[in-house]
């Protein structure tokens, strides 16, 4: 054998090796991608069939296999941070769970991770009233809709956002959005989404009204999550049938099914779920008179609700005690449940507000750059027509003036638009929505202004309170929605008669106070028994509304600061509330209306 040949030979045995060596490698490589990815559908599997704690150790064990670990790729590591995030979330460790969310969200994973990322985000942010952010990821989950191709994602965005809309008072899209979730979640035949589906969907008719419907449906979320098979899922289902049926006023019931919840989200590991059944159970026990029982259970609560803002459940709770307290014959103790109900009441009406006001910046936003892609797509087709003038003749050049003229008429018309729709928005944040009226933010304001500004030259105003005389009868006997006709009716008749300079403000759910500047105590008092005698019964379907009003007033010479006359109108409205109702009673009046 000849060299050249020895050496060919020595070339060609290298390169087989070479390439069995790469191989092998990748051989063992694909095997290791494999094994990880049967050992996440595992703990998949074991998070929606066990307490999240067992999942949470096979996370745990997992991570520490460097071996697979150090090969796994992008989109095995999200699903592992997925899957740990929504742990932390359960347990109540928002702020480790959205990083976790937000380190899949910063990488170029696939439209179905990412719409899972996001809804889990969306909803932790909501959880922990971070509102604006929130929405961010909701509507973000949105715009990549159609780029998901599981039909369980997709069910599993159209019910956090069903939920969203409840919350804003959304009714018809929130009705609409979990009918959607309904849909594509039996689709996809996952039972997991069909549940998440009929938890939406019930809340959605409940808070609109149809609670009837609600109770009917309550069998088929109980079947659902029950299949499903995920521990989280049918805690939550139970304490879904205990609130349906405590709003239907079937409490009894509903202390069966919020016991029940009540151990199986202890046992999930659901604290959020577990807390929220509790309310239930406390408040019905309450309402059929196991006053010592449902008072312990929600002081267990107490500690739990003390957060920065007060959300639904505080209420509940702090109302439920009063009257538990005041059923016993302890007024003191009730009367001081009330009075941080009182305070908790028009904080909540503020989150409340902050809440919405943040969904609106968002869609607002959303449209603003739906706009600019469209300004864009315009100049682009601008550009083009431009080239096209250029290289044609002169027909062609004044095709593409008169596009460039087209393009400076949108950007005008977008442009107008713009502003306006930005006027618009300030106007709703100063305005309350079903009234007309100032809300309780822009009604201080404006006040205070005007105050101070009267009270340099020692001009007389008047503050009056005024207060809904048996509301709460009104909103039990003919619904809510009535309650909702009566307070528009008064805020018409109240910007009807004291419009500009007068402000009038609502600064409680059936509460108004009105600013009458210049005006002196028998001025304004003639005002308010003129409008107080001029209102008329409200026609709210087949009834007509008897409508009364009580009115306290406070005059004003040197007095500016608005917390002293508001005090003093109060406590003019509680003489009118205690002599009987629709009268105007004059702080400065004595104990006489």
């Not at 096209?388 to 004044?398: G, P, Q, T, V």
């Amino acid at each position: 054998m000849t060299d050249n040949a020895r050496d060919d030979s020595i070339r060609r045995l290298r390169a087989a090796l070479f390439l069995a060596a790469m191989a092998a490698v990748s051989g063992a490589a694909a095997a290791q991608s494999a094994g990880l990815d049967r050992r996440l559908d595992e703990i998949v599997e074991i998070s929606v069939q066990q307490p999240r704690e067992v999942s949470a150790r096979m996370i745990e064990d997992l991570r520490a296999r460097d071996d697979l670990m150090d090969s796994a790729s992008l989109e095995q590591l999200s699903r592992l941070d997925i899957m740990e995030g929504r742990n932390h979330l359960l347990a109540g460790r928002y702020g480790t769970g959205l990083e976790l969310l937000d380190r899949v969200l910063r990488r170029p994973v696939n439209p179905n991770l990412r719409a899972r990322a996001l809804e889990l985000a969306a909803n932790a942010e909501g959880l922990r009233e971070n509102y604006e952010q929130a929405f961010q990821y909701l509507s973000a989950a949105m715009e990549i809709l159609p780029q998901v191709t599981s039909n369980s994602h997709k069910a599993g965005i159209y019910a956090l956002a069903a939920r969203w809309h409840t919350q804003m008072g959304e009714e018809m899209l929130a009705l609409e959005n979990a009918a959607i979730a309904l849909d594509v979640g039996q689709k996809s035949n996952d039972l997991r989404s069909i549940c998440d589906a009929w938890h939406s969907l019930l809340a959605a008719q409940v808070n609109a009204g149809l609670t009837d419907l609600a109770l009917q449906n309550v069998e088929s979320l109980l079947r659902s999550c029950s299949q499903s098979g995920d521990p989280v899922l049918i805690a939550s289902s139970l304490a879904n049938a205990s609130w349906v049926h405590a709003r239907a006023g079937q409490y009894e019931t509903a202390v069966g099914w919020a016991e029940r919840a009540v151990a199986e989200n202890r046992r999930a590991g659901y604290r959020n779920g577990m807390n929220l059944a509790m309310v239930t159970l406390g408040v019905s026990l309450i309402e059929i008179g196991q006053l010592e029982r449902g008072r312990s259970v929600l002081l267990e609560l107490e500690p739990e609700f003390r957060r920065p803002q007060p959300w639904s459940a505080d209420l509940q709770v702090e109302l439920a005690l009063a009257r538990s307290w005041a059923q016993q014959g302890r007024f003191g103790r009730a009367l001081e449940y009330l009075r941080d109900l009182g305070e908790h009441v028009a904080e909540f009406n503020e989150t409340r507000r902050a809440q919405q006001q943040a969904y609106l910046q968002v869609e607002f936003e959303k449209r603003r750059r739906e706009r600019d892609i469209e300004l864009l797509r315009e100049e682009n087709r601008a550009l083009l027509a431009r080239r096209d003038a250029i290289e044609a003749r002169r027909k062609a050049r004044l095709l593409g003036g008169a596009m460039a003229g087209l393009i400076v008429f949108l950007l005008l018309v977008l442009l107008v638009r713009f502003q306006f729709d930005r006027k618009r928005f300030r106007r709703l944040s100063r305005i309350d929505g079903l009234t007309g009226v100032c809300n309780h933010r822009q009604f201080h304001q404006t006040v205070q202004q005007a105050l101070a500004e009267s009270g340099g030259i020692r001009r007389p105003s008047v503050l009056v309170a005024a207060d809904v005389d048996l509301f709460k009868q009104v909103n039990d006997r003919y619904g809510h929605q009535a309650g909702d006709a009566v307070l528009k009716y008064l805020g018409r008749k109240l910007r009807e008669q004291f419009a500009p300079p007068c402000v009038v403000g609502r600064v409680g759910g059936e509460e108004f106070a009105i600013f009458l500047p210049d005006h002196n105590r028998l001025q304004a008092r003639q005002r308010i028994e003129s409008f107080r005698a001029a209102l008329e019964p409200v026609r709210y379907g087949d009834f007509e509304i008897e409508v009364t009003m009580s009115f306290g007033l406070s005059e004003a010479r040197t007095e500016s600061r608005l917390e002293r006359l508001r005090g003093q109108a109060d406590e003019a409205l509680y003489r009118a509330k205690r002599f009987g109702r629709n009268v105007v009673v004059d702080a400065a009046g004595g104990n006489a209306p």
